[in-house]
C-alpha cells in the first residue's frame, strides 16, 4: 500500500550518513504534480515563475551536503545555519543533529511542510521552518553558515543567488555549495572567485535511489567586510 502525506503518494529514504540513519520521506508521483502545475495554465503565478517541484525528491547534491557536514562538524557546531532552497530538508536536519541553530527555508509551502515533517520522523526539535524566497534577499536575517543544495542550475538565477550570497550570510561567514558538477554552474562558481570569495572544493561519492552519483561541495568563505 502507497503511503500518502498531504495528499501526496510518498517513499521513505533511509540514509546512512557518519554512522547515523536519517529517515527522509520523499514524494514518488513527481510526473503527477508537473502535471498538476502544467494544468493551472500558462498565465498562472506558479506556471510564470516556473515553480516546478523539484523539491519532491532527494537530490544527491543534498546528501553531498549533508556528508560533508558530518565530516566537518566543527564547521556548524553551536553557529546560526539558513538552508536556502531546502526541499525536503537534509542537510538542515543533520545540521541540526550536529547542535547548530537552523533555519531551514524553501519558497513553496509544500516543500516546508515536508521538511517539517522530516525532522519531526527523525526526532529532531532545534529547527525553525520558514517559507522564503532568496531571490529577495535583502533585509533578511544574517547568519553565520548558509546551506545552499542544488541551487545553481539555471543562469537566469546566478545573479539572485549571488546577492542571496551578500545578504544572507555574516561577514566572514561561510557558505557550503553542493552541486553535481553541472557545466551550467561552473561560471557562476567562477564569478564568485573573482569577486573576491575563497572557497575550497571538496568531492564525493553519493548513492541516492541505487543510483550513484559524483557532488562537489564548495566551501566559500564571504569576504569580511561585506
Known sequence: ??????????????????????????????DELYERLLAKGLQHEDVADERIPYWA???????????????????????????????????????????????ATDYLQDAVDFARKNAEINHITNIDF??????????????????????????????????????????????LLSEPNRYIAEPFINSLIKT??????????VEVKGIKSKVSVYEIKTLKGV
Open 1 to 30: 500500500m502507497p503511503i500518502y502525506y498531504m495528499d501526496f503518494k510518498t517513499t521513505a529514504h533511509e540514509i546512512l550518513i557518519g554512522g547515523q540513519t536519517f529517515t527522509v520521506l520523499s514524494v514518488t508521483n513527481f
Open 57 to 103: 525528491e532527494l537530490w544527491p547534491s543534498a546528501v553531498g551536503l549533508a556528508t560533508h557536514l558530518v565530516k566537518n562538524r566543527s564547521l556548524v557546531e553551536g553557529k546560526t545555519v539558513l538552508e536556502i532552497g531546502g526541499g525536503l530538508g537534509l542537510p538542515a536536519l543533520v545540521a541540526a543533529s550536529l547542535s547548530a541553530e537552523v533555519t
Open 130 to 175: 520558514k517559507t522564503f524566497d532568496w531571490r529577495k534577499a535583502e533585509g533578511y536575517e544574517r547568519f553565520d553558515i548558509l546551506l545552499a543544495s542544488d541551487v545553481a542550475y539555471e543562469r537566469s538565477q546566478f545573479e539572485h543567488l549571488q546577492n542571496a550570497f551578500t545578504h544572507l550570510v555574516k561577514p566572514g561567514g561561510l557558505i
Open 196 to 205: 573576491g570569495y575563497s572557497m575550497e572544493k571538496y568531492a564525493y561519492d
